[in-house]
């Protein structure tokens, strides 16, 4: 008898929990569409969705009472410690009216390949109703993704300076993938870099080497836009990132603007670019520098390509320091040496200041063979010797004469008169 008394107080506590429920359902929801797929309350719906992406939740529902101030939220629980919902603004439902709404909710670069429950909530002032989807969430077969972008010396960067990127990429797809390359540009200054990622597999992530590009000495100062892209499957996908390098000025560029136009602070003049160079012989290359700019500077004036024919000297110094508004001859002497081959040689001429290269010009020299075999050395020798041999003669004939003469007074002085 107490078990059945026991029995029919369950029995009615149970009848006015479910009466509570019915009576929580001020709302039927006619149809939930995830990316246009439509999900049911019951069982697992698989969804092929690309992590870092939005995708797009539409609920319709008939309303069951007239109810004011109603909102509707949607949430997706289980990726680790995010929380990824989106909620109407407050709307008012009346009796047997069916409503659609449209949410939007981003999956978060670190989902898992698993199973997530959506929940879709109604609520009012008084009363909250909520609906339970179980959801398969499944990864692209490739699917990669920019997790990082790091510059050195940072996004902020000097006129004629380098600047390094290194870029971290996921592959977020359900397969290993090769060959993925990996680009900086900076397209306004005509600069780019890439390497090649040989293998990043599945779920992990890799680093790029050090992209290396050189803002130009003269860049205009202010922001550029930089793209990193990146390149896989074959090279038949690719994912992309923008941002902001800003130039500052820097000082080496060698140029000065006048009347909107840039032009250079240092005028390098060079003279004949081709000479004939006899073996053993010097040939001269005039150089002129003028500083046009408003601050003092040093050049250096290097050859190179010379050694192995030939050798070089510069006149006054290789080093020269003009003051604004000055200018200076420098002189290149070029000797070929003796067996030098005959025949067109090429060389640079570099004309530095600083770490700024200003001009580099290119400088050939004819070697011709030598007069008689002799280099000039050799004809001053021998003029030397010859000089010496005609004093030699000079001063035997001088002596000669003057002993002739001692002779004859002798017998001048001894002569016998009969």
Not at 9 to 22: P, Q, T
Not at 80 to 94: A, P, Q, R, Y
Not at 361 to 381: F, I, P, Q, R, T
Request: glycine letters at 6%; hydrophobic letters at 40%.
């Amino acid at each position: 008898m107490k078990n059945m008394k026991l029995f029919s107080v369950l029995f009615l506590a149970l009848f006015v929990l479910a009466i509570a429920n019915v009576q929580a359902a001020f709302v039927d929801v006619v149809e939930v569409e995830v990316e246009d797929t439509e999900i049911h309350t019951s069982g697992i719906t698989i969804l092929d969705l690309e992590r870092g992406n939005e995708f797009e939740v539409e609920v319709t529902a008939t309303a069951l009472g007239n109810y004011d101030d109603v909102q509707m939220e949607i949430s997706l629980y289980g990726i680790h410690s995010e929380h990824v919902t989106d909620i109407t603004g407050t709307f008012d439902m009346d009796n047997g009216t069916t409503y659609t709404k449209k949410l939007t909710l981003e999956l978060p670069d670190r989902t898992d390949v698993d199973e997530y429950t959506l929940r879709v909530r109604f609520e009012d002032r008084v009363e909250t109703q909520q609906e339970t989807y179980q959801l398969s969430i499944s990864s692209q077969r490739n699917d990669m993704m920019i997790k990082d972008v790091v510059f050195s010396p940072g996004t902020s960067v000097k006129q004629g300076r380098a600047l390094l990127t290194t870029v971290r990429v996921k592959n977020m797809g359900d397969r290993d993938e090769e060959g993925v390359k990996v680009t900086f540009e900076i397209p306004e200054l005509g600069l780019k870099a890439s390497d090649f990622l040989d293998d990043v597999e599945f779920d992990d992530s890799e680093t790029s080497e050090e992209l290396y590009v050189k803002i130009p000495n003269c860049a205009e100062a202010g922001a550029y836009e930089y793209n990193v892209i990146v390149e896989y499957d074959d090279g038949d996908e690719e994912v992309t990132q923008s941002g902001m390098i800003y130039v500052t000025e820097g000082d080496i560029c060698d140029m000065a603007e006048e009347e909107g136009i840039l032009v250079p602070t240092t005028l390098v003049t060079v003279g004949p670019a081709t000479q004939d160079v006899k073996q053993g012989v010097a040939s001269i290359y005039p150089v002129t520098l003028s500083n046009t700019g408003n601050n003092a500077k040093t050049y250096m004036v290097s050859v190179d390509g010379v050694s192995d024919w030939g050798k070089v000297s510069i006149d006054p110094a290789a080093s020269v320091v003009l003051q604004p508004g000055e200018s200076k001859a420098v002189y290149v002497y070029v000797t070929a040496d003796e067996k030098a081959s005959e025949g067109e040689h090429i060389f640079t001429l570099s004309i530095n200041s600083g770490t700024l290269t200003l001009k580099q010009v290119a400088l050939k020299a004819n070697v011709l063979k030598g007069d008689n075999g002799l280099s000039l050395k050799k004809v001053l020798e021998v003029g030397l010797v010859v000089l010496v041999v005609l004093l030699i003669i000079l001063a035997l004939i001088v002596a000669f004469n003057k002993l002739k003469g001692k002779e004859d007074e002798e017998d001048a002085n001894g002569e016998t008169y009969y």
